[in-house]
């Protein structure tokens, strides 16, 4: 039921939504999901033919761009899951850009006055109308904040305003539940036994309703100076909390050179070498070490400043791994460096990459195919990118399903990497990682790692052989009484459960209709001295013959 109203309050969007997917070739899956029986579309418009001047990669990267900011941010983050697309989509969403026009300033000026309970003018001491950037879901603009010392003394502050674009939380909300919708149709096909799209579309749901929020952005922004706080290289600028809320966040306005602008970074003298190896050192400490991580590292992102000092920006995307997450990457990276394929699938096991019907010696041959290829190469000249792109291959091929942050990990990493190569050729990403991949592989052996996973196994030992004699007596005892309960479960595919659920309901109506009629027929000698109760009596009657004609053509049509 809830599904139907989500369709009817959401219908024009759904056959926007379906028909910009059908022109670019993907109607083929859409009937697959009965779509267009469940919103009455012509089969004609599923069966449209996409244009041949673009590759199906092309055509999904060209379909998000079309359908607006949630389907951008769709694509964007599908582009991190290689379990999910084959390389070739891969590398086209990662193409994906959401620059888009601005919205007047007028419309913003009055999210900021709804946001601030007063009108900007009266908080800042200049705003520029023209934006800084506009992105689908915000833009910046440039401001100056009057700040008042301790001392009394007043000073100007350089600082940026960003500002939700007006109504894109109700936009972002309509098309999540009609990606909940299109998810849960396709849960029921051979796709839902693979890929799992409810959880797909859950995990997206989640981290695009976490960047809308700023307070959260701003924490990240807290969270990474403290994490830095003893490194001199970075700069995070500051959030100017008193005026930062859900839809607005402000911070420190920070100057400096684009990362990757080689010719001004060479005419200002600075030391590229130097830059990369600070750049690098930051995102495999976030990495590796903190487990809290810029997910989107790109050059855009980087600025900089006097002394070599890097200055990081947007910290709406961020990654997290839990300590079990690191040992398990280190883990695995030791197998591959010792060249050890059993260990590797362990490994992926472990993680429980494996989840559906992976064939083992399939997966161990192309994995032996894979560190052959790298068998007596020196880590200096192994390339992040090209070993990530191989990876994505056999991850797709072989259905391996690893959390999304392992795949912003190798995202970041490979991102981090070619942004290295670019202001350094002899950039090594490798020798920059292993002093903190030396000391995770030594916590492996500090009794802090292991100590409490081995105590917790002892407490839950202690509790089975405290209850086991009792437990066996029990048992024993139903035994002899011929006592003995077996609980039994039936597990049913959905399709079995929905078509037991129609057969329950027709069998319901089929029983209510029967009540009606014996109902009506009972009162029917009493309604003919009574021309009103005579006429509800005929209303009743054509009611249960048209629900009953109804359901014998629902009965006796072919099953979808």
Known sequence: MLMNLRRFHNLGRYHEIVTILARHGFGSILEKLQVNRRLSLPIALLKQKPSEHHTPAEHLRLACEELGPTFIKLGQVLSTRPDLLPPDYITELSKLRDNVPPNPWQDVRAIL???????????????????????????????????????????LRQV???VQRPNIRAVIDADLEILEDLAALAQRTPIGEVYNPIDVVGEFAFTLRNELDYWREGRNADRF?????????LYIPKVYWDHT??????????????????????????????????????????????????????PGNFLVMPGEVLGAMDFGMVGHLTDANRLDVIRLY?????????????????????????????????VGRFLDKYQGTSLKDVRAGEVVEEIVGIAFRHHLHMPGDLWLVSKA???????????????????????????LVKSLWMPNTWLPSILSSLESWRYLLTELPHASAN????????????????QARKETMDRLDRLITRLSLSILIAAFVMGLAMVFPYAS???????????????VLVLGLWLAVSILRPSR
């Open 113 to 155: 006055t709804e946001e601030w309970g007063k009108p900007p003018e009266q908080i800042f001491a200049s705003i520029d109308p023209q934006p800084l950037g506009a992105a689908s879901l915000a833009q910046v603009y440039a401001a100056t904040l009057p700040l008042e010392s301790a001392s009394g003394e007043q000073s």
């Open 160 to 162: 940026v305003i960003k």
């Open 225 to 233: 100076r403290r994490n830095f706080a003893d490194e001199t290289n």
């Open 245 to 298: 809320t859900r839809r607005v966040l402000v911070m420190e306005r920070i100057f400096g050179l684009k990362i990757d602008d080689l010719a001004a970074l060479d005419a200002a003298g600075y030391d590229r070498h130097r830059v990369a190896l600070v750049a690098a050192r930051i995102v495999v400490k976030e990495i590796l070490e903190d487990g809290f991580f810029h997910a989107d590292p790109h």
């Open 334 to 366: 030791v197998a591959a460096v010792r060249m050890d394929v059993e260990g590797v699938i362990e490994q992926l096991l472990r993680m429980g990459a494996m989840t559906g019907r992976v064939d083992r010696h399939a997966l161990a041959r192309d």
């Open 413 to 439: 990493m490979v991102m981090m990497e070619g942004m290295g190569l670019q202001l350094d050729p002899s950039f090594d990403i490798y020798a920059i990682s292993k002093p903190f991949a030396d000391e």
């Open 475 to 490: 048992l024993l005892r139903s035994l002899e009484q011929g006592d003995l309960p077996v609980n039994i479960q039936v």
């Open 529 to 543: 001295s009574n021309p009103v109760l005579m006429t509800l009596v005929v209303i009743g009657f054509t009611a």
